[in-house]
């Protein structure tokens, strides 16, 4: 499977992380690869039952990681709609210039399982399959993931039509789609600032560790029924 090819400023640099994905080379093939065979993972994303019924605690999370790239952040937050309406539906050549968050997020969808798959396997050897499963469920859950979009703000920078916009903002999936979308921007840009591609996994992977570390532990105890205090958002 070829990784996709974005072209959304045919006038700029032909080496733009949106436009030329052959700066990840064998990387980006091979996690396009490992995508297409996620797909009764991510598509449609589960709803998780399992996780926890009581309200999600409002996490310390570390900070969010610059996307230095003013195109690739634009994009991150930018939706459809607010675009301008560029020819037919039809006609692909000039649908090229326009992307939105819708864009990205798949590609940080797959980042994301990537780095979970590795990443419970060395931060909890203790688990078994079973309980581990239902960990990385819970996390990679729209709740879990829109629930992290809201702490860090990202629904708020949202960019759409403006009698949409408040629906948008409100709807699980989309800021859960803009944390995947954010997850790809940081992982586009800083993989676009090297020869060899390698900043953007190491960028993304420390961000992740400290993000996740905290989460799972709180999940862990949940589901084996440790108790823990929940905070409403309402209230921050």
Not at 171 to 188: H, K, M
Not at 193 to 205: E, I, N, Q, Y
Request: aromatic share 8%; proline share 8%; hydrophobic share 40%.
């Amino acid at each position: 499977m070829s990784p996709p090819h974005f072209n959304l400023n045919p006038t700029g640099t032909a080496h733009h992380p949106l436009n030329r994905w052959s700066t990840f080379g064998q990387q980006t093939e091979a996690m396009a690869r490992f995508s297409n065979n996620l797909s009764d993972l991510l598509n449609p994303r589960p709803a998780s039952p399992s996780i926890p019924k009581q309200r999600l605690p409002i996490f310390d999370l570390p900070p969010l990681p610059p996307i230095h790239d003013p195109l690739v952040l634009k994009t991150v937050f930018t939706d459809r709609s607010a675009l301008p309406r560029v020819g037919d539906v039809f006609d692909v050549e000039r649908k090229e210039m326009r992307r939105g968050f819708e864009d990205l997020e798949h590609i940080g969808a797959s980042v994301l399982v990537m780095f979970l798959a590795g990443w419970l396997c060395d931060a909890k050897p203790h688990l078994d399959f079973k309980l581990a499963t239902k960990l990385k469920e819970n996390i990679i859950s729209n709740v879990t993931l829109s629930h992290l979009s809201s702490i860090y703000g990202l629904p708020e920078r949202l960019d759409a039509d403006p009698t949409l916009l408040p629906s948008l903002q409100s709807r699980c999936d989309i800021r859960s789609a803009l944390f995947e979308a954010y997850i790809a921007g940081v992982y586009l840009s800083a993989s676009s600032t090297d020869g060899t591609g390698s900043k953007g996994p190491a960028l993304v992977c420390e961000w992740l560790k400290g993000l996740f570390g905290v989460v799972a532990d709180w999940y862990e105890e949940s589901i084996k029924g440790g108790e823990k205090v929940y905070v409403d958002m309402a209230e921050k």
